[in-house]
């Protein structure tokens, strides 16, 4: 009980009366414990139910609509990095994370060698047995999505396979990689290269990255993906079995796939995918959505990229901040609300600054991508200093008219996670 109380009193304090929505601060910097790296998902059972991963090896959950917050471990053989958290049918979470088995991080052998999953089946209090994926020594596993079938317990992951990560050597490849699980993640799939053309190995601008997995209502597979400057498509009809002979180059970046922001340091452009498979006009749909900074190099903006025909074609790059030009927006995070089709993008905002101030927004769109509307969600902004580049990232999860957001604060060195839940309803009475 006291662990519960303290967690809400922190939201408390930290909501005051600044903003809208009431910022939650899940957890901070404390000795023993430095979160980063948030994730977030709803449980498709019950909206009420939310379950927040934070790195290393926590969870933090409500089953009360994000009104008081627990805490709770999960215990890991092998894992420690950048989680993510997704949730089934069943109202089951599952916790996915990079693999640290030593507890070392980079200066052990054994760092990144596979991708790690474990499940939760009571709302994220407790977590099952560990299993795993990708495994293939002496090579490197990284940079993973994750997504799930809308009827059906079947994971789907693509992720970054690398010879050595981070080393420099000219022969050091990086190539994309997709396995799907049957039974809940108990055993996955053989992996398969999907990737035609390698990157380095140098997690930088000519490295392979930003994997993204999407899946429909009848199970056709897609994927996404950066390599030198291009966004790249591949999709599969048939479970996965094979995939198109040739990778779609569906667009040319002005951009590169990383990029400096003061204050945060060294970060990726952030290419999220996702697939409407709502009840509505739009099912079917596939979003893009990434930073680029096509107007200059102090200039960073949030597009969009939307296909009606199972990626045969893209629109071509939409403007989702509407501010004027010449400001910081980046580390996006996408959601759609598949009972609506409602589109739900988060991000990091320097609009009002000329600093490294930072706000956080919400993105949001009621007309399958056709046009946005934006609200600050953050109480104050935070002032930070440079981060690693793992540990700024956002988060959304969406369901029922009920959206999730959560997000990294830095205050000067001082890292927090923080949350806020929005409705619908709230957003359509925003006068803009």
Known sequence: MMRRFIVLFLGLVSAQCFGQFKNVTLTEDKEGFKPRNPTVAINHKDQDAIVVGVSPNHSFYSSDGGVTWNESTVTSGFGGG????????????????????????????????????????????????????????????????????????????????????????????????????????????????????PGDCKDGNNTVGESMPAVNLDGKIYAAWFNKGTIFF?????????WLS???????????????????????????????????????????????????????????MRSANKGDNWTSQFRINNDEKGKYHFLPAMTIDQTSGYIYIIYYDRRAFDDTKTDVYLAYSFNAGETFAEVKISDTPFEPTDLKIQSGYTSISSQNGVIVPVWTRNDNGKVSIMTTVITTEELRKIKH
């Not at 599952?94 to 060698?113: C, E, T």
């Not at 970054?160 to 799939?189: H, P, R, V």
């Not at 569906?250 to 590169?256: A, D, N, Q, V």
Request: net charge negative; with cysteine; hydrophobic share 30%.
């Open 246 to 304: 040739n990778d779609l180059a569906i667009h040319k970046r002005t951009g590169e796939r990383t990029m400096y922001v003061p204050g945060f340091g060294q970060i990726n452009s952030g290419l999220i995918m996702q697939s409407d498979i709502s009840p509505t006009r739009a099912q079917t749909n596939l979003y893009i959505v990434y930073t680029d900074q096509k107007k200059g190099g102090s200039d960073a903006d949030i597009y969009l």
């Open 82 to 197: 950048t989680p993510e958290v997704i949730s089934d049918q069943k109202g089951h979470i599952f916790y996915f994370q990079q693999s640290n088995p030593a507890g070392v991080g980079p200066s052990g052998d054994s760092w990144l060698d596979r991708i790690v999953c474990t499940e939760s089946k009571d709302g994220g209090k407790s977590w099952g047995e560990e299993r795993f994926f990708g495994m293939n020594p002496p090579k490197d596993q990284s940079l993973f999505h994750v997504t799930i079938h809308p009827k059906k317990s079947i994971l789907y992951s693509t992720w970054t396979q690398f010879d050595q990560y981070k080393l420099e050597d000219a022969g050091c490849q990086s190539n994309i990689f997709y396995s799907m699980s049957m039974n809940e993640g108990s055993k996955w799939t053989k992996p398969v290269q999907l990737s035609l053309e």
């Open 234 to 242: 591949d999709r599969s009809y048939d479970g996965g079995e094979t």
